[in-house]
């Protein structure tokens, strides 16, 4: 018959969580998140944030978006526009019925895939005159240097 070994598997050299040896287990490494060439998401972000605050909205879209953008609207709206004849035609029926009186936009904050801008509107709803100050996070994801997302949440 064999004798059992005092010594505790957490004892053992190479031991993993909980004191097991994780045997034949492959090491998990992380994986490198690329968007692609172009401009990369802190160059995008930043110089979205200046045309932004230049009042240059539509050369945004003329110099940022891909073909197939997607743009999402947030909470209360849920809904999502697919393509730049799309968005732009979104973009076109809210300005049609909204001034804008003042906004600005801070950020970018970035991350991996693109990154977020806060934007801060002092905006007119002219179907009925009634003026609101809105804050809203956009959210952008980027492939090649160009926006193939972008998502608005609002605050709640």
Do not use: C
Request: no cysteine; net charge positive; glycine share 14%.
């Amino acid at each position: 018959m064999a004798k059992k070994k005092s010594k505790s598997k957490a004892s053992k050299g190479g031991a993993g969580k909980g004191g097991k040896k994780n045997k034949g287990a492959k090491a998990i490494k992380p994986k490198e998140i690329k968007t692609g060439k172009g401009m990369n998401a802190m160059e995008v972000g930043q110089e979205l944030v200046r045309m932004f605050n230049a009042g240059q909205f539509t050369e945004i879209e003329d110099r940022f978006w891909a073909p197939k953008i997607r743009s999402i609207e947030g909470f209360g709206v849920a809904m999502a526009w697919d393509g730049r004849k799309a968005v732009r035609a979104k973009n076109h029926d809210w300005m049609s019925t909204h001034k804008i009186h003042g906004a600005s936009a801070s950020g970018p904050f970035v991350g991996a895939t693109g990154f977020a801008v806060k934007f801060s509107m002092d905006v007119e709803d002219t179907t009925n005159g009634q003026r609101t100050t809105m804050e809203e996070v956009g959210v952008y994801t980027l492939k090649n240097g160009k926006i193939i997302q972008e998502e608005f949440m609002y605050g709640g």
